[in-house]
């Protein structure tokens, strides 16, 4: 069994241990603001709350996933290589649920941002055009984890393309919605304004707000993991070696 006793993996496997831990501190923080807003709370709507439990529900199966892909590769399949290629089915469920909670938080952000709209039409564009955006970018999502699942039948890693698509898909849309709803939230805090049912504040501050409120930091994370998927090939590396076996390295999937 090829080993790489010799290798330095710290690149890939460091990122991946550290990944598991900030989804997991991240995770137990969700966990806190579910129970406030749906428990000590309580006076959201039925969707709102049916989609924070979806959410939630999906976010704690990633949170699983990664602990055992780093648990397989870093401790019980260490040394390892040919299982570490393959890579454990593990993966294709942390790639799928990062999907799913995507699509509910892109999903939610759409219903919010149109409520905001008077004009039905524009309504209906919305509804139609992001909305498909959405559906689209779940599915390159779903085609990254099946490629995942198909090329672990044949002992291979597989090709980087679905990766790419996906990651290019989560970050347009993210952008799309960060770029159409800003405008949606300024224009519904003006109005306020005028009628008098909130303060006006300073512009740095309200500005922030929209950028948080319209997905600005999910922008940001989705926009930078995409250009370092392409910085670090890494992302999509197999393990080989060479003779002698101090000489094993990552080689580069092309």
């Known amino acids: 069994m090829a080993a790489f006793t010799q ?18 501190i991240l995770f137990s923080l969700e966990g806190f603001l579910v129970w406030d807003r749906l428990v000590l709370g309580g006076s959201d709507a039925l969707w709102v709350q049916a989609a924070l439990l ?22 019980s399949h260490w040394g390892e290589s040919d ?23 892109h999903a939610f952000q759409l219903a919010r941002g149109a409520g905001m709209v008077r004009a039905r039409a524009l309504q209906g564009a919305m509804a139609v055009v992001l909305g498909l955006l ?77 950028f948080i409120q319209a997905g600005g930091l999910g922008t940001v994370v989705s926009v930078l993991m995409l250009v370092l998927s392409f910085a670090v090939d890494q992302s999509n590396s197999k393990l080989t070696r060479t003779e002698p076996e101090k000489n094993a390295r990552w080689d580069g999937q092309v």
């Open 134 to 210: 959405t559906v689209g970018a779940f599915g390159t999502c779903i085609y990254a984890a099946a490629s995942k699942y198909v090329a672990a039948g044949t002992n291979d890693t597989g090709s980087s393309v679905p990766n790419t698509v996906w990651l290019s898909a989560t970050a347009g849309l993210n952008v799309v919605l960060l770029v159409v709803l800003v405008p949606i939230y300024a224009a519904r805090r003006r109005e306020q304004v005028r009628a008098g049912e909130v303060e006006e504040v300073g512009r740095a501050w309200i500005a922030t707000s929209w």
């Open 54 to 75: 979806a959410a939630f529900a999906s976010d704690g199966a990633c949170t699983a996933s990664q602990v055992a892909t780093s648990w397989a590769d870093i401790i």
């Open 7 to 24: 290798l330095d993996v710290s690149p890939a496997f460091g990122t991946l241990l550290a990944g598991s831990w900030l989804n997991t």
């Open 83 to 105: 299982f570490v290629n393959v890579r454990p089915a593990s993966v294709n469920v942390f790639i799928a649920t990062t999907g799913f909670t995507g699509l509910v938080f």
